[in-house]
């Protein structure tokens, strides 16, 4: 059985573990198994609409104690479920929890993982997981050697796959050890979609001068309905927040669309956004580095083209 | 308290990536090698930030690799580890690299147990959060800020779309990231005094694996860049629906 982690935050499901999901499923379609959900907790979404994603049950340790999450609590529950389950593939996305939990039940099950894999193993010959490696430059194709495995998903790699199943859910009878950790305070940007769920993101580098220049580019952001990144130097020079920050150093995010306004497109900059669907750049120079990772070009000043895309998007919107 | 710091070495952000032997194997050929810039601006310099304000603290580097590691493991001290232990084992299976860091943890019996938030290679992230399996002590990852008030500690942590605060006590393992300390250069003093720092080396007792490298491929290369006419916003939106169907 092909066991999914429902990551939740503050009641809800995250976006990833649909994504989740849907990769479960298609691997448990192909090793002729059945892919089913554990959650932690309780939340405020429909369970049994999981399902639609392609679950065919839903395990739930019902305990409101593990709403909050503490890596080693979780980890500890997540293994002795997928143990009294009798999972042989346990399947994370690789976001910030996935992260922080997956290697420590790959640990406590005595399976090896690959962590940020981007496409389904391949399971003719052994179980060979292809993953991205040194930020995004390369690929590397792992092979799993244990009977048990474990797998997080890079984030916007698979897709979600929405049918209209439902799922049976089940309660899960599993000891929670004691959480040490005391969750004090919760800051969350208010109103925007996190950089790594977005899949419209439109980003500014130095090119646009200065803080007082960002209002181009929000226009442009909104009339998208997308979220907005920055390059390093412009959150180090503090005209936008660190969250912002794309690149090696940064957040490594892979949208639908990625549009880059007056960044040159350094290496490590690429890094973070080398996996993005479709890259459009905006830049005055038309040696800049970028335009060889761009699938599309506009070779002019930022402080023109910016607010032109704009009014040429809010037409097309209203002409519809 | 005693901290240990986990340092791995990876290539220069601007290494060209390239594979040899039949793609089975990096192309170490002309490769600059670093300290992992999250193991490094981060956690190191956060541990240092901690013994500045509180000289009994202890700051001891672990890295698990090869001898070609010491050139690495020599700058960690100058920038102020107090001593350091390389573990000879090359694998690069995550599991393995942790169990024998996990050992010299349990040896250690260290308060505080810094990362790195992943390497900037195999990008795996893994190591904190196995030591928080293998030593059943608290994880908090991708953490932005540490405040260390006698045995408790407050840790800022970073969670999709904001950032969550909370306390717990020492031991406790943090994988670090941005935010956490600022970058800092060794001085020529630091330089001098880490020739005579303590490096400790210990024989490989971790073998067996869980995971294989088959091979690496790079990315197909990009078909090229459409130029768009910057007075023609239309067109773009056009490709960006009906071609690339992205909006
Ligand atoms: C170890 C290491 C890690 C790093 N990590 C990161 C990282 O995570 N993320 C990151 O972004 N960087 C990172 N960097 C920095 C990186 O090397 C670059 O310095 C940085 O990305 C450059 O930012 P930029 O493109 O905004 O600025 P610049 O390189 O200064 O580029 C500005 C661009 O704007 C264009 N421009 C200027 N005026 C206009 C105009 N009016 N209209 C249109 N275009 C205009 C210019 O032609 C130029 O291409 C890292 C560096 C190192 C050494």
């Known amino acids: 059985m092909v066991l999914i982690y429902i990551d939740q935050d503050d009641q809800e499901i995250k976006k990833a573990s649909y ?24 939340v405020k979404d429909n369970i049994a609409d999981l399902g ?15 709403n909050s999450f503490d890596a080693r609590v979780n980890a500890n529950v997540i293994a002795e479920a997928a143990k009294a389950l009798g999972a042989s593939v346990v399947i994370f996305a690789h976001n910030v929890n996935g ?77 929670v050890p004691t959480s040490s950790i005391k969750i004090t305070s919760v800051d969350k940007i208010q109103g925007e979609v996190p950089l790594t769920e977005a899949s419209l993101v439109v980003s500014g580098g130095r090119g646009l001068k200065g803080p007082e220049n960002w209002g181009i580019l929000l226009d442009l ?45 350094a290496i490590q900059h690429l890094a973070g956004v080398n996996r993005s669907k479709t890259i459009v750049v905006i830049n005055k120079d038309p040696e800049a580095p970028f335009f060889k990772a761009a699938d599309y070009g506009v070779v002019g000043d930022a402080f023109e083209v910016v607010p032109a895309l704009t009014a040429a998007i809010l037409k097309s919107k209203g002409g519809a | 308290m005693k901290i240990l710091v986990c340092i791995s070495k990876t290539p220069d952000t601007t290494a060209k990536i390239a594979f040899a032997e039949g793609n089975t194997k990096f192309d170490e050929n002309g490769v600059q090698w670093i300290i992992n810039p999250y193991d490094e601006w981060y956690s190191l310099v956060k541990a240092i930030e901690l013994k500045e304000k509180d000289a009994t603290v202890a700051i001891h580097l672990v890295t698990v690799g090869g001898a070609d590691t010491e050139p690495i493991i020599r700058k960690a001290l100058a920038l102020g580890g107090d001593e350091a232990i390389r573990v000879n084992n090359t694998s690069n299976d995550s599991l393995v690299v942790a169990q024998e860091i996990a050992a010299i943890a349990k040896e250690g019996a260290y308060d505080l147990i810094l990362t790195g938030k992943e390497t900037i290679d195999y990008n795996s992230a893994s190591i904190g959060s196995m030591l928080c399996a293998l030593l059943d002590q608290n994880f908090i990852s991708a953490a932005v800020k540490l405040e260390v008030n006698g045995s408790s500690i407050t840790v800022t942590r970073e969670i999709e779309g904001g950032e969550e605060t909370c306390e717990t006590s020492l031991p406790a393992i943090i994988s670090c990231q941005k935010g956490m300390a600022e970058q800092r250069i060794p001085n020529m003093r630091g330089i001098m005094a880490a020739r005579t720092k303590p490096l400790k080396v210990v024989e490989a007792s971790i073998t067996t694996a869980t995971t294989s490298i088959k091979n690496f491929d790079l990315p197909p290369a990009k078909s090229g860049v459409k130029l768009v ?14 071609e690339a169907k992205v909006i």
């Open chain 2, 229 to 242: 006419d910057p007075a023609n916003m239309d067109e773009l939106v056009r490709l960006l629906k009906e």
């Open chain 1, 99 to 175: 992260k922080a939990i997956a290697p420590a039940v790959s640990v406590k099950l005595g399976a090896g993982i690959v962590t940020g894999a981007c496409a389904l193993p391949k399971t003719d010959v052994g179980f060979v997981v292809t993953k991205t490696v040194f930020s995004g430059k390369a690929f590397a194709s792992i092979q799993i050697d244990t009977p048990v495995k474990v797998i997080s998903i890079n984030q916007n790699s698979f897709g979600i796959e929405v049918g209209d199943g439902s799922a049976t859910v089940a309660n899960l009878d599993v000891a």
């Open chain 1, 52 to 66: 639609k994603y392609g679950a065919s049950k839903v395990h739930q340790v019902n305990n409101i104690a593990l």
């Open chain 1, 221 to 265: 952001a909104k009339a998208l309905g997308a979220s907005t990144a920055c390059s390093r130097p412009v959150s180090d020079s503090d005209w936008r927040p660190h969250h912002e920050h794309v690149g090696q150093t940064g957040l490594q995010i892979a949208p639908n669309l990625y549009i880059a306004i007056g960044i040159s497109g």
């Open chain 1, 19 to 42: 994504e989740a999901i849907s990769y479960g499923a298609a691997l448990a379609k192909q090793l002729g198994t059945s892919a089913e959900a554990l959650l932690l907790g309780t």
